[in-house]
């Protein structure tokens, strides 16, 4: 018998992708997957009506487009003046099982979001697209899909009726999706649940229906008046862009404050907790449990913390999220960093309600910052790339053709700015102190707190050399070298050499961290390590002006002086800060 060659097939059935696809999705999620293709195709027409604005950060504004959800016992159906799909798109992928997000920014991400919510919900759905150039009309029935081995489903490609938009309809309901629909308490808690998912999207303009009522932005709010301020970090992972902060619930107050309600606290229990947002989209509401860092078991003495991480990344598929949005890739490096973060803020919360309840048992009322105070909080830079709308669309419900009106994408320089430190200047490696002087810089005025600037600029340079060279486990290098030093310096005065006691408790002053960072080059990196060097023998020059500032009665400094001293450190500033 001759040699075959065989063609094996492994192709799989229609069968088990789509019972693997809905088995365990809920009829919530499904519809939270067509709500995101929607938001998908908004945030596409807007970049393609303002090809100049940054595609790194979400847009400003989502002003005119909106989604409609109609749903009864019958049928389900949604609405959008979103952009439409294309006939190319609808042909090569919309519908195409694990075809990934190409939608920059995007929260539909794994390529089944469509699939699953059509194959799920019902027996029969009519999809109607416009592009405003093309118009494209499909249906599919499913036991007859299922029972045809080709995988392509026929579509109709129309000129346009210029209505931009798409429309599924869903028939032949499910028992189960039958019977979801026409409870109203089902659909309050739907209508309640969407308005904090997308509520960062609403507060931008977008508008939501459910059942002809408008949804509302239900986004948990934290306290600017907090006695105890607030908490925030920023970072990037790679591509990812990371924002947290946390403090008090804005409705909470502490036992030992005026307006103190024990039932209140109580009634605000689920809105305790920390929010998870992917390209401002929530996927986790108001957690609890330990895969958001509570070490120990939620409890009252945690009752009004707040805290919400951002997420953001050009490509959705690099965000730490499930493939149904409702969990966190626990693996994600991004969420990882974040986590570690996340605990602190906690473990901060836990010492800040120990010292309000302290208070209270000593009847020692805690102070509240007076409005237009500091207030303890560090919210430079927005949230996680998350701005304040801007008009953008025309009124009536559609998309305007004329760009978004923004300002022009500078780059930050010292000719921008004026405070000590950019907003820009990444917090990955930054916490406790380090982290306070760090939003301090960010936050302070040259201009207005002239001596104070530069009192912090050394303040940050001190620390930030000292837990830059720990990173790079040089730390005990440079005390060595210092303890040298300081005991030659002492022989050659004939007095006695550094005591142990001395040694534990030494802290190399300005002079000496600079000398040895430009004695031990090796630390920088090799493309930018002359310009470094540079910057730290010209900040060394203004050693004297700096100790004159914090200690001399009569020094007078000129702002002009001031910001030659922060232009002349802050590239190595930013370089010990962020490597």
């Not at 509302?216 to 992972?237: A, I, M, N, T």
Request: glycine content about 6%; proline content about 4%.
């Amino acid at each position: 018998m001759k040699s075959e060659e065989l063609s094996v097939d492994t192709r799989p059935s229609k069968e088990v992708v789509v019972n693997s696809l809905t088995r365990d999705i809920a009829i919530d999620a499904c519809i939270f997957d067509l709500i995101d293709n929607s938001i998908d195709a908004a945030r596409d027409t807007i970049f393609k009506l303002n090809p100049d604005m940054d595609r790194k950060a979400p847009p400003e504004s989502y002003e005119g487009y909106k989604i409609k959800i109609d749903m009864d016992g019958t049928s389900l159906r949604i609405s959008d003046n979103c952009g439409g799909i294309s006939s190319e798109h609808l042909k090569a992928s919309a519908l195409r099982f694990g075809e990934k997000s190409s939608h920059n920014l995007g929260i539909g991400v794994f390529g089944v979001g469509l699939n699953r919510a059509i194959f799920k919900i019902g027996q029969f759905t009519e999809i109607e697209t416009d592009t405003g150039t093309e118009r494209c009309y499909l249906e599919i029935k499913t036991d007859d899909y299922l029972k045809s081995s080709d995988w392509s489903l026929p579509a109709l490609k129309m000129p346009s009726q210029g209505r931009v938009g798409t429309v599924i309809k869903t028939t032949e309901l499910s028992n189960e999706t039958s019977h979801l629909f026409s409870d109203g308490d089902w659909l309050e808690k739907l209508r309640r649940e969407t308005g904090v998912r997308y509520g960062k999207l609403i507060a931008k303009g977008l508008e939501v229906v459910i059942n002809d009522e408008i949804i509302d932005s239900h986004v948990v709010e934290l306290r600017q008046d907090s006695p105890y301020g607030s908490e925030s970090k920023f970072f990037r992972v790679s591509n990812t862009t990371v924002y947290i902060e946390a403090g008090q619930h804005k409705r909470h107050r502490f036992s030992a404050e005026p307006g103190y309600d024990k039932d209140a606290n109580a009634g605000l229990t689920n809105e305790y907790g920390w929010t998870i947002y992917c390209n401002e989209r929530a996927i986790v509401i108001s957690d609890k449990s330990w895969k958001t860092g509570w070490v120990k078991k939620f409890h009252t003495e945690f009752y009004g913390f707040v805290g919400n991480v951002y997420f953001t990344n050009p490509n959705p598929s690099e965000l730490p999220w499930n493939t149904t949005k409702t969990d966190v890739d626990l693996n994600n490096p991004a969420y990882q960093y974040a986590l570690d973060d996340m605990r602190k803020f906690v473990d901060k919360w836990r010492a800040n309600a120990g010292d309000a309840k302290r208070r209270k048992i000593k009847d020692e009322p805690l102070v509240v910052p007076q409005p237009g105070g500091d207030g303890g909080s560090a919210q430079e830079g927005g949230k996680g790339g998350v701005k304040k709308p801007a008009a953008g669309q025309a009124a009536g419900g559609k998309p305007s053709t004329s760009p978004v009106k923004k300002p022009p994408i500078t780059k930050v320089d010292h000719n921008t700015f004026s405070t000590v430190l950019p907003q820009d200047v990444d917090e990955l490696h930054c916490d406790d102190k380090h982290l306070a002087l760090v939003h301090e810089g960010k936050r302070l005025d040259i201009n207005v707190m002239t001596y104070t600037a530069l009192v912090l600029i050394r303040m940050l340079f001190e620390a930030s050399t000292t837990k830059f060279l720990m990173r790079k486990e040089k730390y005990d290098d440079l005390l060595g070298e210092v303890v040298k030093d300081r005991n030659a310096a002492r022989e050659k005065k004939k007095q006695p050499q550094l005591s142990s006691r001395e040694i534990a408790n030494l802290e190399p002053d300005l002079e000496e961290l600079i000398n040895f960072l430009i004695s031990h080059d090796e630390v920088w990196d090799g493309a930018r390590k002359n310009k470094i060097q540079h910057c730290l023998r010209k900040f060394l020059a203004h050693k004297k002006l700096l100790n004159s500032a914090a200690h001399n009665t009569f020094q007078t400094i000129n702002k002009v002086v001031a910001f030659e001293i922060r232009d002349d450190i802050l590239p190595a500033l930013r370089y010990l800060i962020e490597e």
